[in-house]
C-alpha cells in the first residue's frame, strides 16, 4: 500500500501518494520554486502522443480533455513522461483513477497527488486553484464552478504555467485539444492483456485530421502508431 503525503499549498491542504525516502518537503519546495521560474517550454508527452499536438507536447496556459472509453488509459499515457522528468501532477475528484494502473503506463507515482475537493462549488475552484498555482499539470473531472471562476482558473493556468486536464465533460471550460479515443480491440488470456485504442485530436488548436492507435498491454510500456 502506497502512503500518502499531505502537502500545503496556499493554505489549501492537499494529499497525495508518497514514497517512502524518495522526496522531502524541501525538495519539493524547489520544485515549486522551480516550476515558477520555468521557462515554461511545452511538458513532453511519448513519441506516440505527440505527432497529435501542435508543438509536439502539452502547452503550458492551455486546457486539454480526455473522452472516450478509453480516457483514462489515454490520460495515464499523457502525463507519463513529464511525470517521468520531474514534473508534478495532481488530480482533483478523480475517483476513478486507479494508481496500479497509472503505474503500469508508466506514471511516476511519487509525483502524483491525488486530491479530494469535496462538492462544494466554492471548495473546488479554491483547491484547483492553489494546485494550478504551484504545480505543472492538474487533472480535474465534472468541474464544479461558475463561467466566471472558470475564467480565473484559465487565467492563472497562463500566469504560472501550468496545464489543465479535463476527463470527460469539460463542463463550462473550453479546451484546446480534445483527445477522443474509442477501443476497437480486446485481447484475452486468462484477464484482459491487451487493448487497440483510436485516439483522435479535436479543437481548435488543431489543423487537418490527427489521429494514432494505441496499444496498452498489461505491462509498464505502450506501443502506438500515428496516423494523419
Known amino acids: 500500500m502506497t502512503?500518502?503525503?499531505?502537502?500545503?499549498?496556499?493554505?489549501?491542504?492537499?494529499?497525495?501518494?508518497?514514497?517512502?525516502?524518495?522526496?522531502?518537503?524541501a525538495e519539493l519546495a524547489e520544485r515549486l520554486a522551480q516550476?515558477?521560474?520555468?521557462?515554461?517550454?511545452?511538458?513532453?508527452?511519448?513519441?506516440?502522443?505527440s505527432a497529435l499536438f501542435p508543438t509536439g507536447g502539452l502547452e503550458r496556459g492551455h486546457i486539454y480533455g480526455c473522452r472516450g472509453d478509453a480516457s483514462l488509459s489515454v490520460l495515464y499515457a499523457l502525463i507519463a513522461r513529464a511525470t517521468q522528468v520531474g514534473?508534478?501532477?495532481a488530480t482533483v475528484n478523480l475517483f476513478s483513477l486507479g494508481l496500479m494502473s497509472a503505474r503500469e503506463h508508466g506514471v511516476a507515482l511519487q509525483r502524483l497527488l491525488c486530491v479530494d475537493a469535496g462538492t462544494q462549488t466554492t471548495t473546488w475552484t479554491q483547491v484547483v486553484g492553489a494546485c494550478v498555482d504551484g504545480l505543472?499539470?492538474?487533472?480535474?473531472?465534472?468541474p464544479q464552478c461558475s463561467l466566471h471562476d472558470a475564467r480565473r482558473i484559465e487565467a492563472r493556468l497562463k500566469a504560472h504555467g501550468s496545464v489543465l486536464i479535463i476527463?470527460?465533460?469539460?463542463?463550462?471550460?473550453?479546451?484546446?485539444?480534445?483527445?477522443?479515443?474509442?477501443?476497437?480491440?480486446?485481447?484475452?488470456?486468462?484477464?484482459?492483456s491487451?487493448?487497440?485504442?483510436?485516439?483522435?485530436?479535436?479543437?481548435r488548436r488543431v489543423h487537418g485530421r490527427r489521429h494514432c492507435t494505441l496499444s496498452f498491454p498489461s505491462h509498464n510500456h505502450y506501443m502506438g502508431h500515428v496516423g494523419t
Open 136 to 142: 505543472d499539470v492538474v487533472v480535474v473531472h465534472a
Open 3 to 25: 502512503p500518502q503525503h499531505t502537502l500545503e499549498i496556499h493554505g489549501i491542504a492537499l494529499t497525495g501518494v508518497h514514497q517512502h525516502a524518495v522526496h522531502t518537503g
Open 167 to 192: 476527463v470527460g465533460d469539460p463542463g463550462v471550460f473550453s479546451p484546446a485539444v480534445v483527445l477522443l479515443s474509442h477501443t476497437t480491440q480486446w485481447e484475452f488470456s486468462t484477464h484482459a
Open 87 to 89: 514534473s508534478w501532477v
Open 194 to 203: 491487451r487493448r487497440e485504442v483510436d485516439v483522435v485530436a479535436t479543437g
Open 35 to 49: 516550476h515558477r521560474g520555468s521557462e515554461y517550454g511545452p511538458l513532453p508527452v511519448g513519441p506516440e502522443l
